[in-house]
C-alpha cells in the first residue's frame, strides 16, 4: 500500500503563489506517474497536472498551462506543484494522486479512474 500526505494549501490573494506538496509513503518503490487534481463546490475533478515515473514528461490542464509547474523527487517520494499567478477560478480541494508502477510505464495518466492512491486533498482559496 501506499499513503499520500498533501501539504501547502492555505488562503492566498490573487497573484499571488504556493506551493503544494505530497509525500508518499509504504511501498514507495511501486509508485508511477503522479499527478495533482482539483474539485471546486459544483464541479467535476479534474487534473491540473501530471508528471511520469522518471518525471521527464509533463501534463498540465489549458487553465494553468504556464502558471503551474509540477516536478518530483524520487529519492524523497515527493511531488510540487507550484502554483504561480493564482486565480480566485483556482480556488478548490487539491488532491494528489499516485499510479501502481507496471513494467516499462513511461507515461504520465490524467484520468480520475487511472490512478489507484489519493491523499485527503488541502484547501486552495485565492481571494479576489
Known amino acids: 500500500q501506499v499513503q499520500l500526505a498533501e501539504s501547502g494549501g492555505g488562503l492566498v490573494q490573487a497573484g499571488g503563489s504556493l506551493r503544494l506538496s505530497c509525500v508518499a509513503s509504504g511501498r514507495t518503490g511501486s509508485v508511477g506517474g503522479m499527478g495533482w487534481f482539483r474539485q471546486a463546490p459544483g464541479k467535476e475533478r479534474e487534473c491540473v497536472a501530471a508528471?511520469?515515473?522518471?518525471?521527464?514528461?509533463?501534463y498540465y490542464a489549458d487553465s494553468v498551462k504556464g502558471r503551474f509547474t509540477l516536478s518530483r523527487d524520487n529519492p524523497k517520494s515527493t511531488v510540487y506543484l507550484q502554483m504561480n499567478g493564482l486565480k480566485p477560478e483556482d480556488t478548490a480541494v487539491y488532491s494528489c494522486?499516485?499510479?501502481?508502477?507496471?513494467?516499462?510505464?513511461?507515461?504520465?495518466?490524467?484520468?480520475?479512474?487511472?490512478?489507484?492512491?489519493w491523499g485527503q486533498g488541502t484547501q486552495v482559496t485565492v481571494s479576489s
Open positions: 494522486a499516485a499510479r501502481r508502477l507496471t513494467s516499462y510505464d513511461t507515461n504520465y495518466y490524467r484520468l480520475v479512474n487511472q490512478y489507484d492512491y
Open positions: 508528471i511520469n515515473r522518471g518525471g521527464t514528461s509533463t
